[in-house]
């Protein structure tokens, strides 16, 4: 990862969008706008974030800057997918995701932004690996007694698993 001082001579965008973990020991910036946005449906990033999907926003390496906590950042190597995972070692927020075959991008949570990035996530990958679960757009009503909770009631929207999905 690159640092926040820019190498002499280094053109940067007039714009930079930031970025932190949870706990705010890690912090980076990337130029605007960012290089794509996207939700990730994978078996794998849903495992990796807790979530039903990830929206992860791709930024070209050399117009991504470390700005603190770099000595926080833990790393996990996937060999069988050929990507690397890294967090915040003190609480734990995913932070960045690489993938072999790009070899120049880094992906960040889009959560992980307290700016916009200038790229909104039109894109769905691993759609065929979505969880059944996942909410997909279904009416919502509010649940009487509870304020500010919304529930699909039964018989509204959900279609039943296959019989054969335990």
């Not at 001082?5 to 960012?34: H, L, N, T, W």
């Not at 995972?85 to 995913?94: E, I, N, Y």
């Amino acid at each position: 990862m690159r640092r926040a001082q820019p190498a002499p001579g280094e053109k940067r965008s007039a714009v930079q969008a930031k970025g932190a973990c949870v706990c705010g020991a890690v912090s980076f910036e990337i130029d605007v706008p960012a290089v794509w946005a996207w939700h990730d449906h994978s078996q794998r990033s849903r495992h990796a974030h807790g979530a039903a999907y990830a929206t992860y926003v791709g930024s070209w390496k050399s117009r991504f800057r470390m700005l603190e906590g770099e000595a926080h950042v833990a790393r996990y190597e996937d060999a069988e997918a050929g990507t690397v995972r890294s967090f915040c070692a003190r609480c734990g927020t995913p932070l960045f995701y690489e993938r072999a075959p790009s070899p120049k991008i880094v992906n960040i949570p889009r959560a992980n932004f307290t700016t916009r990035t200038g790229r909104e996530p039109r894109y769905h990958m691993h759609v065929s690996e979505q969880a059944d679960w996942t909410w997909a757009g279904e009416k919502l009503s509010p649940l009487k007694g509870y304020p500010g909770v919304m529930w699909v009631p039964p018989g509204r929207g959900r279609k039943p698993p296959p019989d054969d999905v335990i």
